[in-house]
């Protein structure tokens, strides 16, 4: 196939399995309920494409509900809250269908030909999927039966407006690719920096945060979980019992069998964190594109000066909140963990694994690397290990101590700031969905930077589920150490 560029040349186009045509029909099939096409070509590029439009059509209910006067204030701050959250996703989706383009197009290092366009083939993606919601629901309102004839046909000049105008950015969309192919058009992936939802650069967020540790020290728990709601309210009624006030739960749902807001064990428990003044919300947070994304979801909703990453099958002894942020405090580093205890091994002595390093000093910055003979601290965490530990040596909670660790599974408690400066989970789209290792590898990133440790006793127990990561072939501490993951 030819086409005429501006210049007057005639240029080959070259073959590209992205076109506004099927991007559209995707748009409407998905807002129809209707099962989507198999598509051809990079299954990242439709996953991304899914994505933004999966958040914009989650951004139009919420934004909808947002305008309603019959809710609760507390209802409609929720609201808010759900639209801030689905906006960085849409934008996230954005740069990462941008990044994809721009492989596909072999601009990997962002050389530049031809003219630039300030507007980016993923920009235009997410008009197209904004266009389609529009034209989606104006289509509906000229099909309502409680209206009159004036409002039908209003709507109905509205639509036809609504579709020439996707037909419009559906041409500019395909010459941008086209003139791109051929090297006479180029487009960056632009960072959006939402500065708002970032706590580090909102003067109202960080402002509350530090007026927050003044009086005591906030806490966001970030709760990942996935279709173990009994687990979780057993994990939940641990927090209602924790002797530190300041406590908001924030909980991303990615269960496909049973959703934690159906879950009759998680509501009851949940009703009582609220009577204790603990703020807990709930995000169904789909498709699933594994446990690092969910981390990075989380860690985008927390508030507080300090996050607790908490696994959703841990008992906490009703003072481990306390403790972790006391030591977290008392040595500035990045992190502190409690190391989770599998009870059914209480019998099991391993004296082999039970090596453990004290500080003697204020916790310093390690670098710790896979396959180090540091590394092989994590084997004091295996079994009950850290429990026959603590108890050969006698240790009550008033005694705590601090310990050098590789890493700490279930229960580490960060300084967010020190998190997000070492890069949080940032990292996740270097990964498959089916990894694990994504916890350790931020440890390692901030350990490096500002230290980290374990706490001993601990006060931490594991409710030895089935794990909910089956596959784990692909070890993120490992994968990217090498300079990158297979995808």
């Not at 290092?109 to 104006?138: N, P």
């Not at 650069?201 to 927050?212: C, I, K, M, Q, V």
């Not at 906030?218 to 709760?223: K, N």
């Not at 909910?468 to 995808?487: C, W």
Request: hydrophobic share 40%.
């Amino acid at each position: 196939m030819t086409g005429m560029l501006g210049s007057g040349v005639v240029t080959a186009r070259p073959v590209f399995d992205l076109e506004a045509r099927l991007i559209i029909g995707f748009h409407d099939r998905f807002l129809a309920g209707e099962a989507p096409v198999a598509q051809t070509g990079s299954p990242d590029l439709w996953r991304w494409i899914e994505e933004n439009h999966r958040s914009n059509s989650a951004l139009w209910r919420e934004e909808d509900k947002a305008r309603r006067t019959d809710l609760p204030d507390a209802e409609i701050v929720g609201c808010k809250r759900s639209i801030d959250a689905l906006n960085q996703c849409r934008n996230d989706a954005v740069e990462a269908l941008d990044n994809c383009i721009l492989f596909a197009l072999g601009r990997r290092g962002g050389e530049a030909a031809g003219r630039q366009s300030s507007e980016t083939a993923g920009a235009m993606v997410d008009r197209l999927s904004i266009l389609a919601l529009k034209i989606h629901h104006m289509r509906l309102q000229t099909q309502r039966h409680d209206v009159d004839e004036a409002h039908m046909q209003r709507c109905a000049d509205k639509l036809a407006t609504l579709i020439a105008q996707r037909n419009d950015l559906a041409a500019c969309f395909d010459r941008l690719l086209w003139e791109a192919r051929c090297g006479a058009a180029h487009f960056k992936t632009y960072r959006q920096f939402k500065m708002y939802n970032d706590p580090s650069t909102n003067p109202e967020l960080y402002g509350r945060r530090d007026r927050a540790d003044a009086g005591g020290g906030a806490v966001d728990v970030l709760i990942p979980t996935c279709d173990r709601p009994a687990a979780l309210a057993v994990t939940l009624t641990s927090l209602f019992a924790q002797s530190h006030p300041d406590l908001r739960v924030v909980i991303s749902d990615q269960g496909e069998v049973r959703r934690v807001d159906q879950s009759a064990e998680v509501t009851g428990v949940r009703r009582l964190l609220v009577a204790k003044g603990c703020e807990v919300e709930v995000h169904r947070h789909l498709p699933r594109r594994g446990l690092a994304e969910q981390r990075h979801f989380l860690l985008a909703q927390a508030r507080a000066p300090h996050v607790l990453f908490l696994d959703d099958d841990v008992v906490l002894e009703p003072d481990l909140v306390a403790r972790l942020l006391k030591a977290l405090r008392e040595q500035g580093c990045g992190f502190v963990g409690s190391a989770l205890i599998g009870m059914s091994h209480a019998g099991d002595t391993r004296p082999h694994q039970q090596r453990i390093e004290f500080w003697d000093g204020p916790v310093e910055p390690e670098d710790v690397a896979p396959g180090s003979a540091a590394w092989e601290r994590h084997q004091l965490h295996s079994a009950a290990n850290l429990y026959h530990v603590q108890t050969r040596l006698g240790l009550r909670r008033e005694d705590q101590r601090l310990y050098r660790v590789a890493w700490v599974g279930g229960c580490v408690l960060f300084d967010a700031a020190k998190l997000r400066a070492a890069g949080g989970f940032d990292f996740w789209d270097e990964l498959p969905a089916e990894h694990c290792g994504e916890d350790v590898y931020a440890q390692l990133r901030v350990m490096s930077r500002y230290g980290g440790c374990g706490v001993i006793p601990s006060g931490a127990y594991h409710q030895e589920l089935p794990t909910t990561i089956p596959h784990r072939d692909v070890d993120a501490p490992f994968a990217l150490q090498r300079g990158g993951a297979a995808t």
